[in-house]
């Protein structure tokens, strides 16, 4: 039986070529937002800023997910690199809306199940993502699957 969560939110991030979907709570987001918000560029990665950061988890998390693409009895919730992961693509989705200057899009309950219906391992047991008032639904790669 699906579960309706009231304060998770669920992001996807194909549109980087990173092929997974996270499910993160509305407090981590902001929690994100308002540290690239209020800490200067020079705390970032030794001095080097937000871009660099950027570029950094970009480049890792397309090599992370490949290997998770890879090894999918490592997809669970008792592996810190799994769990790191899903993080750094929160930190990642939300650098990006805050470097491009574009809304946090969210993807919509009903996508969200309909990547998991044809995912290859679904590690959400059931959970059904909620929106946020005022954030836009992200358009995703499941409004198309047929």
Known sequence: MKKISNNQCAIC??????S???ITTFEQIQDVVNTF???PDEQFCNGKGKKFLYIFLL??????DEYFNNHLDLINQ????????MDDCVLLHVLHSYLFNMPIGLLHPESHKKIIDVAVKDVTDGLIPSLISGIPIQPKMADVIP
Do not use: Q
């Open 59 to 64: 480049s890792n998390l397309k090599l992370e």
């Open 13 to 18: 991030l194909d549109y980087l070529g990173i």
């Open 37 to 39: 918000e209020n800490t």
């Open 78 to 85: 008792n592996n810190d690199r799994w769990i790191n992961f």
């Open 20 to 22: 997974v979907s996270v």
